[in-house]
């Protein structure tokens, strides 16, 4: 065999591989484009809910970047939230919204430290099928991993707040105790908005003034929470 013979062989056994990669990387490239496209509908629905078009074509993406990369947790969890979102407008059919559990399930068996995969479980599983004790467990396991994002705050106050008549006292307890330390975190803001938005204002105020008095943070979440309330007796 000649030298220039034997030299195009290496370079076409070296491409081979190479060219694999950049097929792969194609890939990649091209679901981030979708995932993307999907993820700013679904943060534009925050402000304005989708109309049949905006939805199907969010879905549409969605479901190309996860066919692409299968193996892509976020992917997976956009994917259920998208169809969350159709199910609630009505574009989704309840049957089709069975399969959000498998998606919720996947994404975090190839991340099981997903706090936010953990939190959008939970809130699936409560505010959709009502399967509290199985939303209550995804919860925990949220705030395990990680108690201080605003993702899981948001997550588990809204559905605490929400089936609040549901939970057992010792439940309740722990959502009280969760709340005192949002309250004087970082993120008091969004869990005053949530205690004022569903209306609970008094019970949390008997609870923060026997608990949290002593707090230097004590005042101001007051003003904020509890002027309407009258003292604990």
Request: aromatic residues 14%; glycine residues 6%.
């Amino acid at each position: 065999m000649s030298p220039i013979l034997r030299r195009r062989m290496w370079l076409t056994v070296l491409a081979l591989p190479l060219a694999g990669l950049m097929f792969l990387a194609g890939q990649a490239g091209i679901a981030s484009l979708y995932y993307f496209q999907a993820a700013f509908a679904l943060d534009h629905w925050q402000q304005q809910s989708p109309v049949a078009d905006d939805y199907q074509q969010a879905a549409t993406a969605i479901s190309q970047a996860a066919a692409l990369q299968p193996g892509n947790p976020h992917y997976l969890l956009m994917q259920a939230k998208i169809n969350e979102w159709g199910w609630h407008r009505g574009y989704l059919n309840t049957e089709a919204l069975a399969g959000n559990e498998a998606l919720y399930q996947q994404a975090i068996a190839l991340r099981p430290d997903w706090p936010v995969a953990y939190a959008d479980y939970g809130y699936f599983l409560g505010h959709t099928q009502f399967r509290l004790t199985d939303a209550w467990t995804q919860m925990t396991l949220a705030r395990q991993h990680g108690a201080y994002l605003p993702q899981v705050q948001q997550k588990f106050l809204s559905l605490s707040f929400q089936y609040w008549p549901y939970w057992s006292a010792g439940q309740k307890a722990e959502i009280f105790k969760y709340l005192q330390q949002t309250l004087f975190g970082h993120l008091s803001g969004q869990a005053v908005a949530l205690v004022r938005q569903f209306k609970l204002q008094r019970q949390s105020c008997l609870y923060l003034r026997r608990r949290a008095a002593t707090e230097p943070q004590w005042p101001q979440v007051e003003r904020q929470l509890c002027t309407e309330t009258s003292p604990a007796p």
